[in-house]
């Protein structure tokens, strides 16, 4: 799901640079709500009245109060406007004393989370993992703490943080998927069921968030193909149809969400038979945390994150292409097949680069996020500028 948008910014500029920084919060909501840009990127000083500015060691810091919208926008910061993290490691003390009202990103993380300890984790199930998959990337590993503590799950809140500190009474035992639809043999299986569908296999993929930042995960699991093959789809069946779990009791935080619930996804069928799709069950060696989709998700690594649902409670096999939360709510923004692409641009950011949580800089954005291999040819003769 995506980074939604409370009107929050933070220029950090080096001492020297222009320090009457501003931000009129409600000027700014307006032209990004017309399409005019995210909230706080000119940072010239005619524009900037309601933001409280203040100077630490050298470095010029804007937060804006926060605002509340009934649906969020994603945006970034440039990188010429990241403060590294030897300089801001250490100005947690003078940030509570400061009693900063306002978040910030900082190289992809955000400044409260800097300012005050983030949310336990609870600790999750050893898996026994049998298989090192070919699959797997080499690159270096997002941290533990940056991919449990930064996420979109909007059924939680919709703050990166919020997932972490408000799932933690989601109760996730006893489980239950249920496969059903063009398939010959529906079924509904537990978690203990879904575990011995096929040995479970770490796979290190790249997470790529329609936002611009990205994840390293190794994620446990196996291909979703094992369990499709297992209820055998019908001639009739040409997609996948995926739903997640919603119980407004235990997530009174989506009511503020601004999408519909409960969350919906698809894949065509063909896609979702690529053996990179992932039914998933774990990472780093455990179970799902709450936050990070528990007890089981999909992950579709040459995708937009939106498409990796979390909290599975029922598949379906269609014979028509599935409505999906996201295109549902834009389809302009958000198409069905969501598929990384640094040529076509989001309209209203480009998709060219992206930043991975724990670096400073941007990196370019590959096609399919890396796995053109795999999947390119699923896309052969398609326009993917028209089904983006």
């Not at 992809?108 to 800097?114: F, P, T, Y």
């Not at 993992?129 to 059924?155: G, I, L, R």
């Amino acid at each position: 799901m995506l980074n939604g948008w409370e009107p929050i910014g933070i220029p950090i500029h080096p001492k020297g640079s222009q320090t009457h920084l501003s931000c009129n919060l409600q000027s700014a909501s307006e032209s990004y709500a017309k399409g005019l840009g995210p909230p706080c990127t000119g940072f010239h000083a005619s524009k900037f009245r309601n933001a409280r500015v203040f100077l630490i060691e050298g470095l010029s810091l804007c937060v804006l109060e926060r605002s509340r919208m009934s649906i969020k926008r994603p945006w970034e910061l440039s990188s010429e406007e990241i403060t590294p993290k030897s300089t801001y490691l250490n100005r947690r003390q003078i940030l509570r004393a400061m009693g900063l009202g306002g978040v910030a990103l900082v190289g992809g993380r955000a400044l409260s989370h800097l300012a005050f300890p983030p949310a336990a984790v609870q600790a999750g199930t050893k898996l026994n993992v049998t298989v090192k998959s070919p699959f797997s990337t080499t690159e270096k590993q997002s941290t533990f703490e940056d991919v449990t503590h930064y996420n979109n799950f909007y059924e939680f809140g919709t703050d990166k943080s919020d997932p972490a500190k408000n799932s933690g009474k989601f109760r996730t035992a006893p489980w239950t998927v249920s496969i059903e639809g063009e398939v010959k043999k529906p079924m509904k299986l537990s978690m203990d069921d879904i575990l011995k569908v096929a040995p479970l296999e770490e796979r290190i993929y790249r997470h790529r968030c329609v936002e611009r930042w990205s994840i390293v995960v190794p994620w446990i699991g196996y291909s979703f193909s094992a369990l499709a093959k297992l209820v055998e789809p019908t001639e009739k069946a040409k997609y996948v149809a995926f739903t997640t779990f919603y119980d407004p009791a235990q997530m009174p935080q989506a009511k503020y969400g601004g999408i519909d619930f409960p969350y919906v996804e698809g894949l065509r069928l063909d896609e979702a038979m690529n053996p990179l799709a992932l039914l998933c069950v774990g990472m780093y060696g455990e179970s799902l945390p709450n936050q990070d989709g528990a007890p089981v998700r999909m992950i579709i690594p040459w995708k937009y994150g939106y498409k990796s649902i979390k909290s599975l409670i029922k598949i379906q096999f269609v014979k028509d292409e599935p409505p999906t939360t996201w295109n549902r709510y834009s389809a302009q923004e958000y198409g069905f097949y969501s598929n990384v692409n640094p040529e076509v641009e989001h309209p209203r950011w480009s998709q060219a680069t992206e930043r991975r949580l724990g670096e400073i800089f941007a990196r370019k954005t590959l096609m399919f996020n890396g796995y053109s291999d795999q999947v390119a040819t699923l896309y052969n003769g398609m326009d993917l500028k028209k089904f983006h």
